[in-house]
């Protein structure tokens, strides 16, 4: 059974930095994507940011060259430093997992494991 468990939330100011984190554990698949999504409520969860077994990166447009995600493979641990945050970045993140191939990376249902979430909170 895949775990994910979230930490490194927390409150900045706008244009602060925050650093999560995604410790992994369960997956022996050789194969994977995992990916931060966040979620504020009334609305669904939106892509923020995936990598895949060969480190291939993808970001939403809205946190292009302000957010970078990263995975120490030795750790199991997924990263995701945020810079330069703004209000609008406020939600809870969540980390998810899907072993095997994936159409679309920012569609949450094609994701099988997610964590707990963590919150982030920019206030202006």
């Known amino acids: 059974q895949v775990q994910l468990v979230e930490s490194g939330g927390g409150s900045v100011q706008s244009g602060g930095s925050l650093r999560l984190s995604c410790a992994a554990s369960?997956?022996?698949?050789?194969?994977?994507?995992i990916a931060w999504f966040l979620h504020v409520p009334a609305k669904e969860r939106d892509g923020v940011a995936s990598i895949d077994t060969d480190g291939s990166t993808t970001y939403a447009n809205s946190v292009k060259c302000r957010f970078t995600i990263s995975q120490d493979s030795a750790k199991n641990t997924l990263y995701l430093q945020m810079n330069s945050l703004k209000p609008e970045d406020t939600a809870m993140y969540y980390c998810?997992?899907?072993?095997?191939?994936?159409?679309?990376?920012?569609?949450?249902?094609?994701?099988?494991?997610w964590g707990q979430g963590t919150q982030v909170t920019v206030s202006s």
């Open positions: 369960g997956y022996t698949d050789s194969s994977y994507y």
């Open positions: 998810a997992a899907r072993l095997g191939w994936i159409a679309k990376w920012d569609a949450s249902y094609e994701y099988d494991y």
